[in-house]
């Protein structure tokens, strides 16, 4: 039942390089000039599934250092899809400028067409104007780093040998989760507001001035407290550890610091898209949709294609229920698809209830621009936070429990009626706040004077303790980088009351300088 | 916008990182491997195969927060009944509902699939055949060429224009031969002075032509090409060791031996023949087996057909023997015999047995690995005999310091590979353990 005037794009599932760039043109009109996305500019490359599979084993990344790790992910990936539990990504796309899109050789030509809208231009526009990715990326850089970072690490091995730069890798990526700026930091203010502000401060003391505090008597004179200083100095507290370890750790060379800081970049740069994972491929699945629909509308995609496209549009979007077995949880994909297309909706053809919700939307009628302005500036938890609406609640089913420690039995908290909405959605943005999902850890001291060690401290939120196996591995890691004891005391968020500490000396001298 | 083939790039990026990983888990996985022969069939012992290590030796800690305890809560789609308020019991293993299952401590396996030649470089890793000394060149493609340098003489074909050209070019420098140009240089002059218009330079004239006719005597006498400047490709056949191998199974297949006895004979000789194939380009199996008399049979028949007899062990031997002496000359031949019995033995014909063992067979093989095989379940621990049995109280006299011969036990599965290894372990030169 297509009824546009345009031929079809193609017919049967067999694709040619010829075809790929009519099926690329086609929908870059319509993400051009109908959705009005803005993108970098498109590489497509057709890859076969074997270099699919390495792709995947080194985060995805066309270049990528060699370490141990990544040959075990590879191990387990192949493992996987050689029995045939997991079937691969039809496509892998890459932040970077040129924007850069994989797809495989096996896809039909339907399978092309959603893979370009998916990746080329839904993830493509979502990379350049999300403000996280702002913020913290640099498309452009990426590759040539990433082939900095490889030659580096490479020219390093040759030079002090594997063993030593597998160490320190094995190291650093242990506290690659605590290896990211969470905050963009200050900007050093120009001298200019320095001094105005300097001016101010003694203006104001001119005007309290009065000679009676004179013949106050004068208290005990106290020692100036070098911890405070010190603290200062180093920049204390500080939760970025491997950039604490970069700048401070006495032991560590020079090329030891720069793997240190390669691998917290790589960190800092994987950071967005921990906190966009729903949003992103909300925004990928929602423009594929948009296009392939247009496509098929304007009699450039035949019903057959379609019934394909909605086929696997659906599974990607398959949300299961919690009791079905086949629950893993929340579907980035479905929610994500779910919420964007609700909140199309809202802008619409709004409900009363959406017009309480959503005042500032409902009914605003421009369902593209509220959603590429949503897309700019919102994260998971904010996005969830502000426009999970009640109906996509309803339509879920979705309920809260709480699991309290003390509590023999679960409670079910809230489901979805009235009084439940406001509560699930927000414990649902929680669910995706890195900040409440990561343990908050942080340096807060050295003891520099005596035996230079380092303390640490995890802020215990709802009684939730670290692992402990793990901890002691990592924490053995950051003292070899550190080179002297190590301690991690875990306090609660309120009280401050200690409930364990983890204190860890390094290996023989750790892995910095011997002190020969 | 471009659109890149990439399917013809290069594969197999992940190759070193996948080898650094075995390199690390080198211990573990060597461990797997050799405990995965207790579980599988032995025919598919040199496919390639998936192995199982413990997740903690590759694991990769990252500061997390534990999966059960503290208070949480949780969001789940598709409620059914629950309302407001309902107690649901906590799961058992557990706090948390099935949320964080697979992600956090549950997982200490770590599942993966070896290619053949990976398994099999860390199934028989550090183990060396004996006496690899006695290697054989036999006729046929024994004789291998390569090349080494060049040569003043040798067939047209192999001559090498390089480096020809290379000593043509350096003797026409050194002698000074005339190029072209020069000699064009000087007709060219000679012609102008030659012309009618020409100005008048007497003896100029006479000059050049004898400067030119002399360079075209010297063109002349330094040839272009010498046969001093050829060189030819030189080969010279080198001898290649092609060690060829064969090896003698011997079993006793009267009554007194039961299933699971062949089975482990099997798994021996299954060892021996992966181990051999891999030290030897060219290994032949010879099945002999025996009750009261042997036949040479072919695998099928002896690991599967029973038959009914005495025992005489000698019979296996003296067959051996003739086979050896129709097919494989011990000059040629790397001679492997590996048999196997229960020990039963008919006692008169042990000091038979001896004796050929002694004076025939040990000065032609390579090794002789005699396996007892028991019941399953038997108290003896391996390799140490509380009773010896008639053929291993005769064979045992033998076994001497020459060291080719070795004696071992094995009642169950899982002491197969331990005694394989043992026996086949690497050793210093002249630490060789004489069997016992």
Redesign the interface.
């Known amino acids: 039942m297509s009824t546009g005037p345009g031929p079809l794009l193609f017919e049967g599932g067999d694709w040619s390089?010829d075809l790929?760039?009519r099926i690329?043109d086609a929908v870059?009109r319509i993400a051009l000039e109908d959705l009005k996305l803005d993108t970098y500019?498109?590489?497509?490359?057709?890859?076969?599934a074997?270099?699919m599979?390495?792709a995947y084993?080194?985060t995805g990344m066309p270049l990528f250092y060699?370490?141990?790790?990544?040959?075990?992910q590879?191990?387990?990936n192949?493992?996987l899809y050689?029995k045939g539990m997991t079937g691969l990504a039809y496509e892998l796309v890459i932040n970077s400028s040129?924007c850069i899109s994989?797809v495989m050789?096996e896809n039909s030509a339907m399978m092309q067409t959603l893979v370009i809208s998916h990746a080329a231009f839904g993830h493509n526009h979502f990379f350049k104007n999300n403000y996280l990715f702002k913020q913290w990326t640099d498309a452009e850089g990426i590759l040539d780093y990433l082939e900095f970072a490889r030659n580096y690490i490479t020219s390093c091995e040759e030079r002090y040998g594997q063993n030593q730069v597998?160490r320190l890798l094995?190291a650093a990526?242990?506290?690659?989760?605590?290896g990211v700026h969470r905050y963009p930091r200050a900007q050093a203010r120009d001298l200019k507001m320095e001094a105005q502000r300097e001016n101010e401060r003694h203006a104001h003391q001119e005007r309290v001035y009065d000679d009676l505090w004179r013949t106050m008597p004068k208290a005990p004179k106290q020692a100036s407290t070098p911890a405070g200083d010190r603290r200062k100095a180093l920049n204390l507290p500080q939760e970025n550890i491997l950039y604490f370890l970069e700048k401070s750790a006495p032991r560590l060379q020079a090329w030891q610091r720069e793997i240190l800081r390669i691998i917290r970049l790589i960190a800092q740069y994987f950071y967005p898209q921990m906190q966009t994972k729903v949003m992103n491929e909300g925004t990928a699945t929602y423009v594929h949709y948009r296009i392939m629909t247009m496509l098929h509308e304007r009699g450039q995609l035949g019903d057959g294609a379609f019934m394909e496209f909605l086929q696997s549009h659906t599974n990607v979007c398959h949300?299961?229920?919690?009791?079905?077995g086949h629950?893993?949880?929340?579907n980035p994909y479905a929610l994500g698809f779910g919420m964007m297309q609700d909140i199309a909706g809202i802008c619409v053809d709004p409900t009363a209830e959406d017009r309480e919700w959503f005042p500032d939307i409902a009914g605003k009628g421009d369902p593209d621009g509220v959603l590429k302005h949503i897309w700019a500036n919102y994260r998971d938890e904010s996005f969830v936070a502000q426009f999970l609406s009640p109906r996509l609640i309803r339509a879920?089913?979705?309920?809260?429990?709480?699991?309290?420690?003390q509590d023999?039995?679960?409670?079910?908290?809230?489901?979805?009626?009235e009084?439940?909405y406001r509560n699930?959605r927000r414990?649902?943005g929680r669910?995706y706040d890195i900040g409440w999902q990561?343990?908050d850890?942080q340096i807060v001291d050295v003891d520099l004077t005596g035996d230079r060690r380092l303390m640490l401290e995890h802020h215990?939120t709802?009684?939730?303790?670290?692992?402990?196996?793990?901890?002691a591995?990592?924490l053995q890691?950051l003292a070899n980088l550190w080179g002297y004891e190590v301690c991690l005391d875990e306090l609660e968020r309120e009280g401050g009351k200690s409930l364990k500490r983890h204190s860890v000396k390094p290996q023989g001298s750790g892995l910095g300088e011997t002190a020969a | 916008?471009?659109?890149?083939?990439?399917?013809l790039?290069p594969?197999?990026?992940?190759l070193?990182?996948?080898?650094?990983?075995?390199?690390?888990a080198k211990t573990l996985v060597q461990k797997a491997v050799r405990d995965s022969l207790k579980d599988r069939s032995i025919k598919d012992l040199d496919q390639e195969s998936?192995v199982t290590i413990v997740r903690d030796g590759?694991?990769?800690?990252?500061?997390?927060?534990?999966?059960t305890?503290?208070?949480?809560?949780?969001?789940?789609?598709?409620?059914?009944d629950?309302?407001?308020?309902?107690?649901?019991?906590?799961p058992s293993g557990g706090?948390?509902?099935?949320?964080n299952a697979?992600s956090?401590?549950g997982e200490d396996e770590?599942?993966?699939?070896l290619t053949r030649e990976e398994f099999l470089d860390l199934f028989l890793d550090d183990l060396e055949l004996p006496e690899m000394a006695k290697r054989r060149l036999v006729a046929g493609d024994a004789q291998g060429v390569r090349s080494a340098g060049y040569t003043t003489s040798g067939s047209p074909a192999s001559l090498s224009v390089t480096r020809t050209m290379r000593n043509s070019l350096s003797r026409r420098i050194a002698l000074r031969r005339p190029t072209r140009e020069e000699i064009r240089l000087i007709e060219e002059e000679i012609a102008r002075l030659e012309a009618p218009d020409a100005p008048d330079a007497p003896g100029e004239l006479e000059r050049l032509r004898a400067e030119h006719e002399r360079l075209v005597r010297r063109r002349n006498l330094v040839s272009y090409i010498d046969p001093i400047d050829l060189r030819y490709r030189r080969h010279e056949p080198t001898p290649k060791p092609i060690a060829q191998a064969v090896m003698f199974c011997l079993m006793d297949v009267s009554g007194s031996m039961t299933e699971h006895m062949k089975d482990l004979a099997k798994r021996f000789y299954a060892l021996l023949h992966l181990f051999l194939r891999r030290c030897y380009r060219h290994v032949e199996v010879v099945f002999i087996r025996h009750t009261d008399r042997a036949e040479e049979v072919d695998e099928q028949t002896f690991f599967y057909s029973q038959e009914t007899g005495g025992t005489l062990v000698s019979s296996a031997l003296e067959h051996m023997l003739g086979v050896v002496a129709a097919r494989y000359r011990p000059d040629d031949w790397n001679i492997y015999v590996a048999q196997a019995s229960d020990g039963d033995n008919v006692p008169s014909d042990n000091p038979k047995s001896i004796r050929l063992l002694e004076e025939k067979i040990l000065p032609i093989v390579q090794y002789f690995a005699y396996l007892e095989v028991g019941r399953d379940g038997d108290p003896m621990a391996m390799g140490i005999p509380s009773r010896s049995s008639d053929l291993w109280g005769a064979y045992d006299k033998v076994a001497g310091p020459k060291g080719r011969m070795v004696m071992r036990k094995v009642h169950h599965r899982r002491e197969i590979y331990p005694v394989f290894r043992e026996l086949f372990q690497r050793r210093a030169a002249g630490d060789r353990v004489s069997g016992r």
């Open positions: 390089f790929l760039k690329f870059e500019p498109n590489q497509i490359e057709v890859i076969t074997e270099q599979l390495d084993s080194s060699k370490h141990w790790s990544f040959g075990k590879f191990l387990s192949e493992m050689r040129p994989y050789e597998e094995d990526h242990a506290l690659m989760r605590q949300q299961p229920t919690f009791d079905s629950y893993g949880g929340i879920w089913k979705l309920f809260k429990l709480t699991d309290h420690q023999p039995a679960l409670k079910v908290d809230a489901i979805h009626n009084r439940g699930i414990a649902l669910h990561e343990p850890i215990v709802n009684g939730v303790r670290l692992a402990e196996g793990d901890t591995k990592v890691h | 916008m471009h659109i890149i083939d990439r399917r790039n594969g197999g990026k992940s070193v990182n996948r080898q650094r990983f075995l390199q690390r998936e590759v694991q990769e800690p990252t500061l997390r927060r534990t999966a305890g503290g208070n949480r809560d949780h969001i789940f789609p598709g409620n059914k629950y309302v407001e308020g309902d107690m649901i019991p906590r706090g948390g509902a099935g949320n697979g956090g401590d770590f599942r993966f699939v």
